[in-house]
Nanobody, 124 residues
Framework: QVQLVESGGGLVQAGGSLRLSCAASGRTFSSYAMGWFRQAPGKEREFVAA????????YYADSVKGRFTISRDNAKNTVYLQMNSLKPEDTAVYYCAAAPITAGGSSPVEYDYWGQGTQVTVSS
């Protein structure tokens, strides 16, 4: 069992930045690939970014590539999402998720554990 708690969401103007954090507890954090997803009102949950268990590989949705950076600190059991150049269309609830070490792609079904989400609102 892995418990995930996101933080760092809030209200920001377009062009601004936020850094989301996801603190993990429970089973060995470094045994899991980690991902960030988001869900806007009336829309399906969509993939944002993922990082391998070691941090050596990262993957991004085309919509955030070049603006968002995913990273992890296994010593602190934490994964981060640095979001720069935010746009109003980035407004959503952001979720972190943990996947078995061999998974961790762009599909939500690959992830076994989810946080409760943190709201990000970008005003125009």
């Amino acid at each position: 069992q892995v418990q995930l708690v996101e933080s760092g969401g809030g209200l920001v103007q377009a062009g601004g930045s936020l850094r989301l954090s996801c603190a993990a507890s429970g089973r060995t954090f470094s045994s899991y690939a980690m991902g960030w997803f988001r869900q806007a009102p009336g829309k399906e949950r969509e993939f944002v970014a993922a990082i391998s268990w070691s941090g050596g590989s990262t993957y991004y949705a085309d919509s955030v590539k070049g603006r968002f950076t995913i990273s992890r600190d296994n010593a602190k059991n934490t994964v981060y999402l640095q979001m720069n150049s935010l746009k109003p269309e980035d407004t959503a609830v952001y979720y972190c998720a943990a996947a078995p070490i061999t998974a961790g792609g762009s599909s939500p079904v690959e992830y076994d554990y989810w946080g409760q989400g943190t709201q990000v609102t970008v005003s125009s």
